[in-house]
């Protein structure tokens, strides 16, 4: 009887902590789910300081595109180039639509993967999947890495 007991308390208690975990983690991966949508809302607004904010200062950002003879190539820009660009576009003419696969976190290091479709001027342009690495920098999620795909087939 007194087994049975301590078995009965022992799953209560890890049921409680496994949900506290749980209430934690999702607070985090919503808080790197903000930041990575106010880097694509600034992006729609042709905001470059709100994109700026979203991301490290050492960060870096890179792509797979395809080269003319259709072998992959990475291809790299910075922070700076990237929020540069996007002022040169009038507010509403790049729109990056995406969804939140998943999030992963360790402590400060988060993961994120987006598939996404992107329109410039309303138009349809491509689409593929961005993947992101934050760090949280004094209390902040931080976009640290950025590297995507491009393609204009398959896309969901």
Known sequence: ????????????????????????????????????????????????????????????????????QQTDTVRGNTVAQFASSITKQKAGALDERISIGAIHIDGSMATAWTPYQFYFNGQFSHCGVNSFQLVKLNGDWKIQYIIDTRRKDNCL
Do not use: C, P, Y
């Open 1 to 68: 009887m007194k087994n049975w007991k301590l078995a009965t308390a022992a799953v209560i208690i890890s049921s409680i902590s496994w949900h506290a975990g749980v209430a934690q983690t999702t607070a985090e991966e919503k808080a790197v789910a903000t930041v990575i949508n106010n880097m694509f809302d600034a992006m729609r607004k042709a905001d470059s300081v709100g994109i700026m904010q979203a991301f490290a200062s050492n960060a870096h950002m890179e792509t797979i595109t395809k080269t003319k």
